[in-house]
Every structure is written in structure tokens, then in C-alpha cells.
């Protein structure tokens, strides 16, 4: 089917409609709305006038969408002194994806724009890979796996071709595409305390801070021992210093973890490096489980070599300079094996592998407060989460925590 419209209609309403449907399960999930009988209809009403929409429209949903999915992120440059630029990263968000999304206003053809739509399933702009279309799917009585999405687009894209009656037809094949019950791994026999805090970013990393944040880990922890926990986990960053350069506190947490372990997320540094780390207490014993993908921007800068250094001196005062450890780190609690991931690396597919279905993440989304960001990172974390058969035990700051599967 194909529409004629006003431009107001083409370049103002049309497009936010779209934009709308395209994120509302963002928005039902974020205010404890979600339903799976409204993601599915406004994901397959979404993409059914994303595939048959004029072309302007296209490139000005591609716009809304890019705000609605990813308005935060530019809430972390006050940190850096640049409050200024955090509209501006929004648009240049939005313009991104006007982009992305119009690539498929180069034809009218709904099938042609439907085999685009799938290509865009794997690029990822910038190397951030939150843009997932598939994962308007990821509550809902659809599935979301690659074909899944593909025979939902090609069932989308032919029933705009015919009209009256003959409209069910070609929509006869979202019945394959139909999510099958999905029982996740058994939790393991493991007593875990996930420590959920909501510290200012601004606050976090304020040395007269810095006590009172110490004193308020081991007070969970003491009461984590109390309680009879196995493993307690507090977010990423919990410890805002160099652990390796505070050896009073590593023994301290390394004399505690003889009654129970200790994973928490903080900084680590090494021949002159810095690390965005896990460190595992247990039973003595130190395991520094080093960060392995890193958030573009916030933690490199994903531009030509000429450009990188500058950017993270003049812009990010030298925030952006991790490197990485060549391969995840993995340790074994009682007889179970966890994979360790730092915020980001949850929402990645390298870090889910057959070999491992259960993992601990640590997060700290203070930097985006206050968002819809932990809702997505969430949303991310379940999507991989069921692609791979995973748990996922989270522990964040400003929002997240919680057990994902």
C-alpha cells in the first residue's frame, strides 16, 4: 500500500506516530507498563509504515527514533564540564539515525526496504550497538532471533501489496514467527546479594566523599555476612580509586572474603595503564577481571587516529584512555562458572558464549540520570540474555539491578 498525504501530515505527524510505536516498548517497560500484546502490535504497526511510508517520512522517523531510543546520552558531558553539548550530542543522535534509518528512503520498494532494514540489524554506528530493531520484539509474542525478524519483515512488506481481505494472507506468516515458551537456566545454587546504590555522579567521585562511600560497601558487606550470603556483588566503579594502589582496603576486603566473596567493580592500573575492573575476593584470594569492550566515547574514542587524541585531551580531559584485556575473565562459586561482564559488555554478543550461562554484571548508569538508559540497558541485557540461554545477576548504581534472563 502506498499513501499520499500533506506534508504536514508526511514530515510532522506521520513520523512522530512512528517513532512513537517504534519505542513505546521502551517507555511501557521503563513505568512498569510493559505488555506483550501492545509491544507486538505497535512494533508490527512500526515497521509496517516504516516499509510503506513516503521517503521524507522515513528520514524524519529515523530522526525521532534516534531521539526517543537515545536522548541520554549526552546527560554524561556535565561530568566533563560541557553541560553545553548535551542537547547537542541528542541531535547529533537524532541526525545519526536519520541517517541509519534513512537509508531506506532510497527506494519505494517495500521489499527491497525490508532487506534493508534486516542489513541494519548488523551496523552498528560508532560501534554503539544499543540500536537494535529487533528488540522491539524482545517482550512480546513474537521472537526476535535474526529470522524471526527477517519473515516478520518479509509478511510486513508483502501484505502491502494487496488490499481488502487479501491482506491476511501474506500475514499468515507471522505465525512462524511466534515466541515459543522460554524457561531460562536454573539459578544456581548460590546465594548472591546484589547491591543496588543510587550515588550522584557528581557526588561519587568527590575525594572528601570518598569514606563515607568506603564505609558504606563494607557496612553491605558485614551485612551480606550476616546474612548468610555466598557471593555479594556491588556495582560498577564501587570503589571510585585504584584498588591495586589502596592496599589497605584490598586487605580488608581480602580478610572478609574468607566468609563470603567479594565482587566489586572499581579501577585498576597497570604499567601505566588504566583498566575499568572487576576484582573477585574469595576465600583470600585476588582475581582482577579486566574490562574487555569499551563504551565509545566513554571509554575510547571511535575516530580516525588524528582525531582520537585530541578529542580525548581538549574534550574529555584524557576520561577516555582504557585499553582492554584480550578475553573475558570467568571464576568458579561453588561448582558454578560466571563469566564477569562491566556494564556495557552485558549488552554485547562477544560476551555470551555456549560455554558459560551464568554471569555477573556490574553497572554504573549514574551518568545518565535521570533516563530511560538503565531501561534499555535491561532490555538489551534480556535480549542477549534469551538469544543465549544466559542469566544474567546485575548490580548497578542509578537503576538496573537485578536478575535478567
Keep these: ?157 508483502l501484505s502491502g501489496y494487496v488490499s481488502g481481505f487479501k491482506k491476511l494472507f501474506p500475514l499468515l506468516l507471522l505465525i512462524g514467527a511466534i515466541q515459543t515458551t522460554y524457561t531460562p537456566p536454573p539459578i544456581p545454587d548460590v546465594k548472591i546479594k546484589l547491591v543496588s546504590t543510587d550515588i550522584s555522579q557528581d557526588f561519587k567521585w568527590q575525594s572528601e566523599q570518598l569514606p563515607q562511600t568506603i564505609q558504606d560497601n563494607f557496612t553491605a558487606i558485614d551485612e551480606a555476612i550476616t546474612k548468610g550470603y555466598d557471593l555479594i556483588v556491588l556495582p560498577e566503579s564501587a570503589f571510585p580509586l585504584y584498588m591495586n594502589e589502596h592496599t589497605e582496603i584490598s586487605e580488608a576486603l581480602s580478610e572478609r572474603s574468607l566468609h563470603i566473596a567479594i565482587l566489586t567493580g572499581t579501577l585498576h592500573k597497570e604499567d601505566g595503564l588504566n583498566y575499568n575492573v572487576s576484582y573477585l575476593f574469595d576465600q583470600g584470594n585476588v582475581t582482577v577481571a579486566k574490562k574487555t569492550i569499551l563504551v565509545p566515547f566513554g571509554e575510547y574514542i571511535p575516530l580516525p587516529s588524528f582525531l582520537k587524541g585530541w578529542v580525548n585531551r581538549e574534550i574529555f580531559g584524557g576520561g577516555a584512555d582504557f585499553v582492554t584485556a584480550k578475553k573475558p575473565t570467568d571464576f568458579r562459586l561453588k561448582g558454578t562458572t560466571f563469566r564477569n561482564a ?26 545518565f540520570k535521570p533516563s530511560i538508559e538503565p531501561t534499555v540497558q535491561k532490555l538489551l541485557i534480556r535480549f542477549y540474555a534469551r538469544k543465549n540461554h544466559t542469566v544474567v545477576f546485575h548490580a548497578a548504581n542509578g537503576g538496573g539491578s537485578g536478575i535478567v534472563y
Design 1 to 157: 500500500m502506498k499513501y499520499r498525504s500533506s506534508p504536514l501530515i508526511e514530515l510532522i505527524v506521520a513520523p512522530l506516530v512512528i517513532a512513537l510505536l517504534f519505542s513505546a516498548f521502551i517507555y511501557w517497560e521503563h513505568f512498569a507498563l510493559t505488555s506483550k500484546a501492545l509491544n507486538t502490535l505497535s512494533g508490527l504497526i512500526a515497521l509496517y509504515l516504516l516499509l510503506h511510508a513516503p521517503k521524507r517520512t522515513i528520514l524524519v522517523s529515523g530522526f525521532w527514533i534516534g531521539l526517543l531510543w537515545c536522548y541520554w546520552i549526552g546527560f554524561s558531558f556535565q561530568y566533563y564540564g560541557l553541560g553545553w553539548a548535551t542537547w547537542l550530542v541528542a541531535l547529533g543522535f537524532g541526525f545519526v539515525y536519520a541517517l541509519y534509518y534513512g537509508t531506506m528512503a532510497l527506494t519505494t520498494n517495500a521489499l527491497v526496504r525490508a532487506a534493508i532494514l534486516f542489513g541494519l540489524t548488523f551496523i552498528w554506528p560508532m560501534d554503539f550497538n544499543w540500536m537494535q530493531p529487533e528488540i522491539i520484539f524482545v517482550e512480546s509474542y513474537l521472537g526476535f532471533s535474526k529470522w524471526q525478524f527477517a519473515l516478520i519483515l518479509f509478511s510486513l512488506a
Design 342 to 367: 562491566v556494564c556495557y559488555e552485558a549488552t554485547r554478543a562477544e560476551l555470551y558464549t555456549p560455554d558459560v550461562r551464568y554471569m555477573i554484571a556490574v553497572s554504573n548508569n549514574g551518568w
